[in-house]
């Protein structure tokens, strides 16, 4: 078990809160007056989530979006975001992009904390939603011969990053601009029988969520949607590279989404492994690992 | 104006919400579900807010404390936490540390991100209330002829910090393991015409609050509640300490607070200085200046 996971598990076992499903990247969900709020909290930190000398803007889009995609898998509403932030340089910029995401997805800054720091610096969002169905989608539900979909190509951000990383010409705005899938998302929740963003890599994104759901996905990597600029050879390497953003999710076998989707597999009895992909377990780490 | 303020000025003009005011280490406030919100994100960073080589199950504790402290001073029920947390050493004593708080307060832990990084760890905790009362008590309630109200002593915690530091016998659990006033904030919020808690120093945060009100605070220092351990010569500085978190309130001069607390001056019209104490304009720094 990796040093993270060891640690989510400690803190699990100290706080058995249903809600604290959150712990494992996923949502927080509990009731609050007579709705439901959706909360999460993710990090990024310099030289990990983000190229030293990087636009701080798109750094502050990014904290945004990331946080607005947990709350799209939830088919949530976004009602405001508070940041933790470390002072350092271009701090106007990472202001003026924090303002142009909040303003593109039509989200209040509520509150936060600055701190001065040396070394790498760390930034926090907590971006908190309601509800806009119930019950609120989670990672467990899907069930055999259920169908597994994703909202868009997964491959863009690997190659936006690279493009940005060898400041070649290509387009990186993939990588460094994700869009949350907030529309997609609400109009989904309602029948998904499970849903989750792909955010470290769709073979083990829905890795995760065929174990949380207690069966395997059989992927068909002809159905799967990639970037038009992405090589024929490199699809392996697209399964596994994040920061796309797009929703996975399973409908029933008879139901069809009502928002653009690609039907990339099939949900089957559990087997040993949580995904195999034209008929064979793949090989290697599937996705980014937290460690 | 200090970069941080500088910064905060930035962010509150791109999103003039008017739950914003957390911006400057105040709560956001926000109705929900027909029910208010109560919202506060607060840091902390190895070297800055702790002593390195400090125990972290200290450092846990005092995160969810200053957090509580904050809706304690709105006189919000906590309704549950999210962690954001660096790995580093000594995990294990963090977990401890934190379900200790949890456990101590009654607050489940509802989610949150652990992150990989080298240089000073960064921790980060947003914590979630219920008001208990409408309108949630503000900074900005002070009328002229208030009293001025603490709800106990201030200047242990910079003892308690003194003897941790010098390896001391001196009792240092006010600094490590501070106590939010929650029991007194949720008495004190129907009542309480501005309400904060003084988490950088007693001067320092009644400026605030008298700046946010449009008053100036007379205070008397013979009247200011200091720990019995503090030397007389040393009361001035335990006045510009902070971390002891107590409650400081206003009350209609005919009002006496439910709970425990000491009267330790009045509001006045708006002077050039915020705060005077015996009748002179403190010198120097008031207390903990964010940069």
Known sequence: MSKELALIEALRALAPHPAARGLADDCAVLPFGGETLVLTH???VEGVHWLPGQDMADVAWKLVATNLSDLAAKGAEPVGVLLGFTLGEEDARFVAGLGEALQAFGVPLLGGDTVSANGPRSLGLTALGRATCSPVPSRSGSRPGDRLWLTGPVGAAM??????????????????????RLEEGRALAPMATAMMDVSD???????????????????????????????????????????????????PADANPPTA??????????????????????????GYMHD
Request: net charge negative.
């Open 201 to 251: 890599g769709l073979l083990i994104d829905a890795a995760r969520m065929a174990q949380a759901s207690g069966v395997t996905f059989a992927i068909d990597s002809e159905a799967v949607p990639f970037p038009p600029a992405l090589p024929a050879s490199r699809r392996d390497e697209a399964m596994r590279w994040g920061d796309d953003y797009e929703l996975l999710f399973t409908l």
């Open 42 to 44: 993710d990090m990024m």
């Open 159 to 180: 190659l936006g990053f690279e493009a940005l990383r060898d400041g070649m010409t290509g387009d990186s705005a993939a990588f460094r601009r994700p869009t949350p």
């Open 261 to 286: 989707a690609h039907c990339i597999g099939v949900a089957r009895a559990a087997m040993p492994s949580p995904v195999i992909v034209d008929g064979a377990v793949p090989h290697g780490n599937l």
